[in-house]
């Protein structure tokens, strides 16, 4: 789900917070060394994510923010600022001359630049809570 969250809508926090989960708290953002990335060059997206792209030949932005249940895309157009909403279980990543994060129909892939270079330690942090999440829906055990 894409959300144009350029100004405040408590409608949004809610759907947010019921999609994702709550954000963490101020510890466990410290204890996590961190629950955002750097901002990353996208390089290509989906057909219907088009539509959130610059048109004319700017740099396109994006950042990643870890929450209990899953990750929220900011995507930067101009002035306008839009969040993608990605439970944990829809999230599927693929490591590609940079990093592809599909979910829900959509893609978007992050070019192999030095921001996304500095964004590894992120990346394994946001696999690992991934891992936390599906292990609480382990049935082989059982």
Do not use: C
């Not at 219907?48 to 209990?68: C, G, H, K, P």
């Not at 940079?98 to 192999?112: C, L, T, V």
């Amino acid at each position: 789900m894409v959300l144009n969250t350029t100004y405040f809508n408590k409608d949004h926090k809610q759907i947010l917070s019921d999609l994702v989960g709550s954000s963490f708290t101020l510890f466990e953002s410290l204890r996590l060394k961190g629950i955002g990335s750097k901002r990353m060059i996208i390089g290509e997206v989906s057909p219907n994510l088009q539509q959130f792209m610059n048109t004319v030949s700017d740099i396109n932005y994006a950042n990643i923010e870890l929450r209990r249940n899953g990750i929220l895309v900011f995507i930067n157009k101009g002035l306008q600022n839009f969040t993608w909403a990605i439970p944990y279980y829809q999230l599927v990543i693929y490591k590609t001359n940079g990093a592809s994060i599909h979910a829900q129909g959509k893609f978007i892939h992050f070019k192999n630049t030095k921001t996304f270079r500095e964004n590894k330690p992120f990346f394994d942090k946001m696999l690992d809570e991934k891992i936390k999440y599906d292990q609480q829906y382990n049935f082989q055990g059982v």
